[in-house]
Nanobody
């Protein structure tokens, strides 16, 4: 499956952004989907994940209550709604697809998008 992430940009502290990740090539509903992020000099970290049906979601503690992951299987797209953004949310955000379900570990994901940069300015 090919993944194309978009929606990043520059936003002020407290603002919102919505990231999108469009999938093509394989039935999208077969994959658990995740969002990860990587800041300069920092390892890639888990942000959020959603099961194949969208019935269950999981979040890193650092974004819980501020970010929402959801998907539209009819549009082959997963989203990450980011609210109340903080400077520490600045990173390149990646979407990923997992054939075996959903996980918080990057190593479990089979396909990755190219990343989209989010910069939160104070």
């Amino acid at each position: 499956v090919q993944l194309q992430a978009s929606g990043g940009g520059l936003v002020q502290v407290g603002g919102s952004l919505r990231l999108s990740c469009a999938a093509s090539g394989r039935p999208f509903s077969r994959y658990g989907m995740g969002w990860f992020r990587q800041a300069p000099g920092v390892e890639r970290e888990f942000v959020a994940a959603i099961t194949r049906s969208g019935g269950s979601t999981y979040y890193a503690d650092s974004v819980k209550g501020r970010f929402i992951i959801f998907r539209d299987n009819a549009k082959n797209t997963v989203y990450l709604q980011m609210n109340s953004l903080k400077p520490e949310d600045t990173a390149v955000y990646y979407c990923a697809a997992d054939r075996s379900g959903v996980s918080g570990s990057a190593s479990e994901y089979d396909y990755w998008g190219q990343g989209t940069l989010v910069t939160v300015s104070s």
